[in-house]
């Protein structure tokens, strides 16, 4: 792939308003209609999810949404309606030396596909969108450091005896602070925790951590918890740069924190159904974060 589409909306209003503007569902239509063409042309069956950001509580018709899912045309358009209209969740779909698809700014969507799928589309023109070609390939994931661990069957079996304590594991499914899942995981269900996991995903994992609310963990990012954390999912609320005090944690019904950055000391990616892993995670950069403690 080495041709750049990009789609803005023409109108100032649907620039500034986004779905809230009175253009915005000619755009759409405009958007939908050259989104099927470009898949058209690209010969593409379905669109893989990558780099997915939740942000927000996913409504019921995303709730199986994931890194590596594939969407069928309608769903995937469908959610890139989403990601133009500020919506989210937001995520790329591709399919790899055909076409990709990320979200831009302003309504705008980027389509990165071949040569000779965008001469097919040179005179394809549009009353609502600006269609703006250009030379250019998709950005390289920038992971400097990804996490080397996989969660394979020797993992699984050592967070099983690690759960011999008190045991809290994250799933990181997505960025965003609606991209975790927490459990408390002990003997007894961690077969079932491996099981209930998302390919694709960062699992971290750490025993005996300090909960107990303390004024210094306001400053970072951090997790609270609502009491008792008995065996299973959890129920929490993430704090992305923190909290102003103690007072509105607890307020809202929470009266456990952790600090985010103690789950970066062991950590390993969920391969896909086949064992390969396919994702990358950035590492915490500290050595042996990959690790079991010992």
Request: net charge negative; with cysteine; glycine share 8%.
């Amino acid at each position: 792939m080495s041709m750049e589409l990009v789609l803005s909306p023409r109108s100032e209003s649907v620039r500034e308003e986004l779905a809230e503007a009175e253009a915005w569902d000619s755009y759409v239509a405009e958007l939908r209609q050259v989104l099927g063409v470009v898949i058209e042309k690209s010969a593409v069956d379905f669109l893989e999810v990558g780099e997915l950001l939740v942000g927000e509580p996913l409504p019921d018709k995303y709730l199986g949404l994931r890194n590596g899912a594939k969407l069928r045309i309608p769903q995937a358009i469908d959610l890139v309606e989403g990601m133009a209209a500020g919506r989210g969740p937001y995520c790329r779909l591709s399919l790899s030396g055909r076409l990709q698809i990320e979200s831009g700014w302003d309504g705008a969507v980027h389509l990165y596909t071949t040569r000779a799928v965008a001469a097919d589309l040179a005179g394809l023109h549009c009353r609502s969108t600006v269609l703006q070609w250009r030379d250019a390939t998709p950005e390289p994931l920038a992971i400097s450091d990804p996490v080397g661990a996989v969660a394979d069957d020797s993992f699984w079996s050592t967070v099983a005896k690690a759960s011999e304590r008190f045991t809290l594991l994250c799933e990181r499914w997505a960025h965003g602070a609606y991209g975790c899942r927490w459990f408390r995981v002990t003997r007894e269900n961690a077969a079932e925790v491996a099981r209930l996991v998302r390919p694709r995903s960062l699992v971290c994992v750490v025993s005996d951590p300090e909960l107990q609310p303390r004024p210094e963990l306001l400053e970072d990012d951090f997790t609270a918890f609502v009491a008792p954390l008995l065996p299973g999912e959890l129920a929490y609320r993430a704090y992305p740069g923190g909290a102003d005090t103690l007072t509105e944690v607890a307020g809202e019904g929470f009266s456990l924190m952790l600090a985010d950055s103690v789950m970066s000391g062991w950590c390993a990616v969920v391969p896909d159904s086949d064992g390969v892993n396919r994702a990358q995670w950035e590492s915490s950069g500290e050595p042996g974060s990959d690790r079991p403690p010992a």
